[in-house]
């Protein structure tokens, strides 16, 4: 008799097969999608979580090269990466200032932001929260390490940042708040581990924000950018293998494909720096006039049509409530 799960089985080829048509998905189109106007930063100060590489070390200095004072932050200093970071810095001419933060340390966090604040003279101008690691493998092989410093980094991260700065922020009744989140934090794929149930998380949590920070004058904006060739693959991959190792036998024969496809190495040709040249684009907007979401990506973008129906269900419920006018502000940027 044949067995009932072999109608529903992938073989490692076949899960290849639909990543690689995911990716197609995410990937096709011109190399940058990106506006590459040079919008003008000169006097805004910003404050960006995970520069060690990726989006967070693009953006500053790209942000820096526009005008803006950075502070760019990164964990374990001192390290190669600032050092690099520094060098650039020097060579441009650019305003940018290497702190330490741990977005898993409420001390740490407290502590940079306050510092920047100090440097600053005041509230920062824009908070990006930039820090994030992902895993692959199903989700029955996550476990609860893996899953508490997935949740812990990429959402309790955002928040922690937000708290130090937003005390100043509304003080001054200004500011802008940008979390990176992902096109899968609306869609998700088989074998990705807790990622997209983390970004999820950041979508959510983001968008109660936008609306509770409207009679304070302060943006949020959620980015999400799809598939980059940045070192989130090369991290997601160290702590996957590390995952695995510790994994019974037992629950790894129950996934072979999925186990076997958990180790990846995508992002495809697109640039990078798509994503800073978009979040520069959205920081010298008119306040109030910041969207909501901001998808970014060359090709393929899955989630339009799910920010859409969400924006419309939320104003459907609650737009004649009294959050209305929050709600309707919110939802109707962009």
């Known amino acids: 008799m044949a067995d ?7 073989n490692r080829r076949q899960l290849l097969a639909a990543s690689a048509a995911t990716g197609i998905a995410l990937t096709a189109g011109p190399a940058s999608a990106a506006d590459d106007s040079r919008p003008d930063l000169t006097g805004t100060a ?3 979580t995970g520069c060690s590489s990726g989006f967070g070390n693009l953006g500053a200095i790209l942000y820096a090269e526009r005008g803006a004072k950075v502070f760019a ?6 390290r190669s990466e600032a050092v690099a970071l520094a060098k650039t810095a020097a060579e441009k001419n650019l ?3 290497i702190l330490e933060l741990d977005v898993l340390s409420d001390v740490s966090v407290n502590q940079a932001v306050a510092e920047a604040e100090r440097l600053n003279g005041g509230a920062l101008d824009v908070v990006i929260n930039n820090a994030g690691i992902g895993t692959g493998a199903p989700v ?3 476990d609860m390490a893996m899953m508490q410093r997935l949740f812990d980094t990429n959402v309790m991260g955002c928040q922690r940042v937000a708290r130090a700065a937003l005390p100043k922020m509304r003080a001054r009744k200004s500011g802008l708040v940008v979390n990176v989140s992902s096109q899968l934090g609306r869609v998700m794929v088989p074998g990705m581990g807790l990622y997209s149930s983390t970004k999820f998380a950041i979508e959510s949590m983001s968008e109660q924000m936008a609306y509770e920070l409207v009679p304070h004058g302060i943006d949020v904006t959620i980015v999400q950018p799809g598939g980059y060739p940045t070192n989130i693959w090369e991290n997601g991959n160290r702590y996957t293998t590390a995952m695995l190792e510790e994994a019974d036998d037992e629950r790894k024969a129950a996934y072979q494909a999925l186990v076997a496809g958990a180790l990846r190495n995508s992002g495809g040709s697109t640039d990078p720096n798509d994503v800073p040249r978009a979040i520069a684009g959205v920081i010298a907007m008119a306040p109030g006039k910041r969207p909501l979401r901001l998808p970014v ?3 393929g973008k899955p989630q339009l049509a799910i920010n859409q129906v969400s924006a419309q269900t939320q104003v459907a419920m609650l737009g004649n409530s009294p959050f209305g006018p929050w709600v309707k502000d919110v939802n109707g940027r962009g």
Do not use: A, F, W, Y
């Not at 009932?4 to 992938?10: C, F, P, R, V």
């Open 297 to 299: 990506h060359p090709g």
């Open 140 to 142: 029955e092989l996550q």
């Open 73 to 78: 932050t990164m964990r374990n200093l001192p």
């Open 95 to 97: 305003d940018i200032t």
């Open 46 to 48: 910003v404050l960006i």
């Open 4 to 10: 009932k799960t072999s109608k529903i089985s992938l």
